[in-house]
């Protein structure tokens, strides 16, 4: 496999797509320059055939220290919405966008950094890839940046979230990441839209 360092994760993609080959290749990557500060590669995880494919943004600190996608404050929001949405975890595939911790450093603190726009290029192949093995019914975009990578930079979550929408021949549901239900004034009020959101989805798979 020839690697020449411009064609982000795709230089690292293996020959054969299964889960498997693309969680060990994607443990090596250097598409971007995030695997220099991050802990691990933290890939997506959940059955091979997956209803639902839920995209967030990135690993936080917990993630990138524990290998796996929302074992943090906001997967624990997640998991309570997606009991309550009748969402069984059986049948999901969890997963980022980009799949290295973005951060700067604040006194002892790993604080998360947004990533770039070219860092949610490079690592699009890897999604991609994960979309063509699983074959979600539904895909539920969490937050802008994965809302950015798979459905365009002009998709605004704020203004279409809940709404079911086609990506290539799949369904997509946008709502807010449920990071965001934690940071925000009123968080109940945020937890039973992000809800809402997930129920849309629930509905069409």
């Known amino acids: 496999m020839v690697k020449d360092g411009n064609n982000g994760a ?15 290749a994607a443990a090596r990557c250097e598409g971007c320059g995030l695997y220099r500060d991050a802990t691990q590669t933290v ?5 091979r055939k997956a209803a639902f494919m839920l995209v967030g943004e990135q690993p936080g600190d917990q993630e990138d220290r524990q290998g796996h996608p929302f074992v943090g404050p906001a997967g624990r929001v997640l998991d309570r919405g997606l009991e309550e949405a009748g969402i069984a975890r059986d049948d999901v595939y969890l997963t ?3 799949k290295h911790f973005s951060w700067v450093p604040r006194g002892k603190r790993r604080i998360h950094q947004k990533p770039t726009a070219a860092e949610i290029t490079a690592c699009r192949p890897w999604l991609e890839a994960e979309l063509a093995v699983v ?4 895909v539920v975009v969490l937050g802008a940046t994965a809302a950015r990578s798979l459905l365009g930079a002009a ?3 704020t203004r279409h979230r809940g709404e079911v929408v086609p990506l290539g021949d799949r369904l997509a549901v946008a709502t807010i990441h449920p990071s965001a239900v934690l940071r925000a004034p009123d968080r109940e009020a945020a937890y039973a839209g992000f809800l809402s959101d997930l129920r849309a989805a629930a509905d069409v798979a």
């Not at 795709?10 to 060990?24: C, K």
């Not at 890939?43 to 059955?47: L, S």
């Open 155 to 157: 998709f605004r979550v």
């Open 10 to 24: 795709s230089d690292f993609l293996p020959d054969v797509l299964d889960l498997a080959s693309l969680r060990a």
């Open 96 to 98: 980022n966008a980009v």
């Open 135 to 138: 074959e979600p019914r539904v």
């Open 43 to 47: 890939f997506g995880e959940g059955p």
